[in-house]
């Protein structure tokens, strides 16, 4: 039976993609463990945690990383460079390992020394690339800027204008890692991340697969409207327009813009009808006196059924986002049968079928996003999860990837 051990900073980490494919790994009969940073709320004997020199040392790097970004422009979004290692080889589980899933790791707990400690065991290490800090000198997405695709230096995040800052340090490591080992597959959850992973010069020559999330749709399906606004308290005849992220106010989910359209809809739509439901942490009092219909906030949302059931209440959800890989969001609104409205960046295009399952507002028009809104919530056209994100499918294609890495020869 073949060994699997995720590891993840916690369950939270890019839409919990590690416990969905543990799930998944395991109704399959793979012999699946987690390796989880954080307490995870689905605790089970198999997710265990590193030791406490670990939670030691991950304690330090938060506030050494801190200290080293504390200059950086918040517009840019995260910047991670994890200075002190963690010695995690020494694990049971990772040491029966046949082969080793990498998630979101980043922040206070992976360095780039970790990562060479992990090759080190000679397993296949299969790095699914949830953002963009794989291939980058240390931001987790660069927007316009292309320099990863040479070489990073004078970060945009930082100010000041020099050759050999953090991330021109951040991408030397990085490829020093991977010129040293060939034990590293990477796998792209959109088709546009993967692009940006092959023209980038870190992982140009290396092996990039394309495979979606994995959503559970026998969660994520279309049910009773009336039930699901019964059991939020929802009124019927509401019109609902539902947004939602782990943190609400990240620069990449691209609030300011939500906000935007929604004043413009408010100008054209005096409705008392229109609610807007907000699921998520983050949510400040600042944010609340913008939003120009009423609002109900559900705060952080634990379980998958509550999610599913925010899904269904609503007539259309909506994904402002400026920088996104494949969010879980759209795939779940979708395959709950409510219409998505988002810009076209990132891999959001790829899920999204214009004016047939939702609407593509251009980057950055505020007025389009409203003018979306206005599409879904009057059309009457339905979210449809399309067949390439289907449970099935996605999991052959990471039942190939093992295939393929399990004959790797260091």
């Known amino acids: 039976m073949t060994k699997v051990v995720q590891i993840q900073k916690s369950s939270r980490s890019a839409g919990s993609s590690a416990l969905k494919l543990h799930k998944t790994f395991l109704e399959a009969g793979f012999n699946s463990y987690i390796l989880t940073l954080y307490p995870d709320e689905n605790d089970t004997d198999r997710i265990f945690y590193p030791g406490k020199l670990s939670k030691i040392i991950t304690i330090i790097n938060d506030k050494l990383n801190q200290f080293l970004t504390s200059k950086s422009k918040k ?11 963690i010695d995690i080889t020494g694990n049971r589980h990772l040491k029966e390992a046949d082969i ?11 360095s780039i020394a970790a990562y060479r400690k992990l090759a080190r065991m000679g397993k296949p290490i299969v790095a699914i690339m949830h ?43 990085k490829k020093k ?6 034990n590293f597959f990477f796998v792209s959850p959109s088709k546009w991340l993967m692009d940006c992973a092959k023209e980038s010069s870190l992982l140009k020559s290396k092996p990039v697969y394309h495979v979606p999330n994995i959503l559970d749709n026998r969660i994520f399906k279309p049910t009773s409207k009336s039930l699901a606004r019964q059991v939020l308290d929802i009124d019927s005849d509401e019109e609902v327009i539902a947004f939602g992220a782990v943190s609400v106010n990240s620069p990449y989910k691209g609030w300011d813009y939500l ?16 609610l807007l439901l907000i699921f998520g942490k983050s949510v400040s009092s600042d944010l609340s006196a913008s939003i120009p219909f009423r609002k109900k906030y559900l705060g952080y949302l634990k379980d998958e059924i509550s999610l599913a059931l925010v899904y269904n209440a609503a007539n259309v959800f909506v994904t402002p986002s400026l920088a996104d890989n494949l969010p879980t969001t759209v795939l779940e609104s979708l395959s709950c049968g409510t219409p998505v409205v988002g810009f076209k ?46 449970m099935g499918k996605v999991f052959r294609e990471y039942c190939r990837i093992v295939d393929d890495t399990l004959k790797f020869k260091i």
Not at 77 to 83: A, H, Q, R
Not at 100 to 110: D, R, T
Not at 177 to 182: G, I
Request: with cysteine.
């Open 259 to 274: 906000k935007q359209a929604l004043v413009l809809l408010s100008e054209e739509n005096k409705s008392d009808k229109i």
């Open 131 to 173: 953002d963009m800090w794989t291939f980058t000198g240390g931001c987790h997405y660069s927007f316009s800027c292309e320099k990863y695709k040479s070489k990073c230096f004078d970060c945009q995040v930082f100010s000041g204008n020099r050759k050999f800052d953090m991330s021109s340090k951040g991408f030397i490591k």
């Open 345 to 390: 960046t990132g891999g959001i295009p790829e899920m999204i079928r214009h004016k047939e399952n939702g609407y593509l507002a251009n980057y950055m028009d505020a007025d389009d996003l409203s003018r979306g809104i206005k599409y879904c919530l009057h059309s009457g056209i339905k979210g449809e999860l399309l067949p390439e994100f289907g």
């Open 100 to 110: 080793i899933f990498l998630h979101w790791v980043q922040g206070e707990f992976l």
């Open 177 to 182: 890692l991977f010129t040293s080992f060939n």
């Open 75 to 85: 517009e840019f979004g995260l910047f991670s460079f994890t200075v002190l290692p």
